[in-house]
T-cell receptor, first 117, second 114 residues
Framework: AQTVTQSQPEMSVQEAETVTLSCTYD???????LFWYKQPPSRQMILVIR??????QNATENRFSVNFQKAAKSFSLKISDSQLGDTAMYFC??????????????FGKGTSLLVTP | DTGVSQDPRHKITKRGQNVTFRCDPI?????LYWYRQTLGQGPEFLTY????????KSRLLSDRFSAERPKGSFSTLEIQRTEQGDSAMYLC????????????FGAGTRLSVL
């Protein structure tokens, strides 16, 4: 079974500072995808960033970047120049193709990030 | 461009009643997923459709749960004889068969079973 662990239930960062959210996963698969999703309070989940396991280069999306360490099965998210609108629950998710060609996401328990003025 | 829409947003029911939720995916997406999210947890996969075919079901999907996707368009998730343990947020997501495997989520239906 694929498991995703987010060891930081809550984090806080000041506006304009940088914060890193950690995520580790466990799998025996070689080809898979990793995602960070953001879920603001009472709002829908939106994709922050995506990484393909076969790509060594770390994905970046504007202020968001990842540190993907395949051998260590680690996938951390760095948010630079934090903004108040970044306050949300952040979920790390792992995706692998299932036997029936499905692509179910396995989520961690989430990290609640609070950005303070 | 309309995203994934779910209806209703909130549902309160009494234990033992049946409830049905609807999900309308992004129009060109042929893959559709249902997840359940309980308080303080990440979403858990329930089931997956490719077009109208239900290809994957989690062991979490007990016999009281049934999902359909007639004609490969919208999907419904029905829970029969609801129990208090069914109280959760039910999320729907959709994606393209070919592409970056990105799932787009709806706002969810929050179910409260009294």
């Amino acid at each position: 079974a694929q498991t995703v662990t987010q060891s930081q239930p809550e984090m806080s960062v000041q506006e304009a500072e940088t914060v890193t959210l950690s995520c580790t996963y466990d799998t025996s698969e070689n080809n898979y995808y990793l995602f960070w999703y953001k879920q603001p309070p009472s709002r829908q989940m939106i994709l922050v960033i995506r990484q393909e396991a076969y790509k060594q280069q770390n994905a970046t999306e504007n202020r968001f970047s990842v540190n993907f360490q395949k051998a260590a099965k680690s996938f951390s998210l760095k948010i630079s120049d934090s903004q108040l609108g970044d306050t949300a629950m952040y979920f790390c998710a792992f995706m692998v193709r299932t036997a029936n060609s499905g692509y179910a996401l396995n989520f961690g328990k989430g990290t609640s990030l609070l950005v303070t003025p | 461009d309309t995203g994934v829409s779910q209806d209703p947003r909130h549902k309160i029911t009494k234990r033992g009643q049946n409830v049905t939720f609807r999900c309308d995916p992004i129009s060109e997406h042929n893959r559709l997923y249902w997840y359940r999210q309980t308080l303080g947890q990440g979403p858990e996969f329930l089931t997956y459709f490719q077009n109208e075919a239900q290809l994957e079901k989690s062991r979490l999907l007990s016999d009281r749960f049934s999902a359909e996707r007639p004609k490969g368009s919208f999907s419904t998730l029905e829970i029969q004889r609801t129990e208090q343990g069914d109280s959760a947020m039910y999320l729907c997501a959709s994606s393209l068969e070919y592409g970056k495997n990105i799932q787009y989520f709806g706002a969810g239906t929050r179910l409260s079973v009294l």
